[in-house]
T-cell receptor, first 113, second 113 residues
């Protein structure tokens, strides 16, 4: 099993450009999450999904959109990137909300110039 | 609302010394508490979790944590630090109607030879 994979691993964007981060999991998990990690701020939840076709906002959703068209995939989109979105992005999946262990991907390091 | 406070963003110990990483939580419902570890350039991995029952929880790599409701704490300990324990450690809390975890800001553990 590959677990949780993220594509790409690194990306540099210019302000105003758009991009999509792909997260895939092969554990048949219902729940998937997108976090951003910034120095001194821990992990902050951007959006999450409790099942195929569902999405919900987390703590810091502004400037991001998500889609969960297939159970195994969770996409995070930036429509118009801003320097404040420079961060490391982590995807995670779990079988049961906050009760179950979250399995994390390796992260995507995004720099917006 | 739930929150987590990790006291000490950086902790340094000598190899073989006791490791103590502090976590205090706030929750209006019975909490579910977690410790995750992040090694350099990797995603997070679950160390241990408290859901219900025994208040002393044992995790991987010799770590354990004790849930103290009266002190609203869930401190992480390890009797003897190893060089391989150098990493960032995150405490997290979940519970109630939410499907989310709230993470602390992390504690970076350095182990000196």
């Amino acid at each position: 099993n590959a677990g949780v994979t993220q594509t790409p691993k690194f990306r540099v964007l210019k302000t105003g450009q758009s991009m999509t981060l792909l997260c895939a999991q092969d554990m048949n998990h219902e729940y998937m999450y997108w976090y951003r990690q910034d120095p001194g701020m821990g992990l902050r939840l951007i959006h999450y999904s409790v099942g195929e076709g569902t999405t919900a906002k987390g703590e810091v959703p502004d400037g991001y959109n998500v889609s969960r068209l297939k159970k195994q995939n969770f996409l995070l989109g930036l429509e118009s990137a801003a320097p404040s979105q420079t961060s490391v992005y982590f995807c995670a999946s779990s079988s049961g909300g906050y009760i179950a262990e979250q399995f994390f991907g390796p992260g995507t390091r995004l720099t917006v110039l | 609302a739930q929150s987590v406070t990790q006291l000490g963003s950086h902790v340094s110990v000598s190899e073989g010394a006791l490791v103590l990483l502090r976590c205090n939580y706030s929750s209006s419902v019975p909490p579910y508490l977690f410790w995750y570890v992040q090694y350099p350039n990797q995603g997070l991995q679950l160390l241990l979790k408290y859901t219900t029952g025994a208040t002393l929880v044992k995790g991987i790599n010799g770590f354990e944590a004790e849930f103290k409701k009266s002190e609203t704490s869930f401190h992480l300990t390890k009797p003897s630090a190893h060089m391989s324990d150098a990493a960032e450690y995150f405490c997290a809390v979940g519970g109630g109607a939410t499907n989310k975890l709230i993470f602390g800001t992390g504690t970076l553990l350095a182990v000196q030879p």
